[in-house]
Nanobody, 124 residues
């Protein structure tokens, strides 16, 4: 089992940057592909970015490509989301998640463990 805890959210002006961190407990963090999702008020949770267990491959939703970067440090059992050029539409609660299966990286249903989320608010 993996327990996840996000941090690094906050209020930032449009064009600014934030770096989210997700610290994992347990000794098997390096086994899990990891993803970041977000949920805006009144909307469904949506995929943002994901990385394979080694960090060798990464995936992004189109709206964040070129602005966000997912990375991981398996020694520190932490996954990061560097967010640059933030826009008001990036506002939401950001969640990290770990998956055990080999299914889609983009589907919330494929993830088994979730953090509690961290709020990101981008003002215009």
């Amino acid at each position: 089992q993996v327990q996840l805890a996000e941090s690094g959210g906050g209020l930032v002006q449009a064009g600014g940057s934030l770096r989210l961190s997700c610290a994992a407990s347990g000794r098997t963090f390096s086994y899990y592909p990891m993803g970041w999702f977000r949920q805006a008020p009144g909307k469904e949770r949506e995929f943002v970015a994901a990385t394979t267990s080694s960090g060798g491959s990464t995936y992004y939703t189109d709206s964040v490509k070129g602005r966000f970067t997912i990375s991981r440090d398996n020694v520190k059992s932490t996954v990061y989301l560097q967010m640059n050029s933030l826009q008001p539409e990036d506002t939401g609660v950001y969640y990290c998640a770990a998956k055990r299966s080999s299914g889609s990286f983009f589907d919330t249903r494929q993830y088994d463990y979730w953090g509690q989320g961290t709020q990101v608010t981008v003002s215009s």
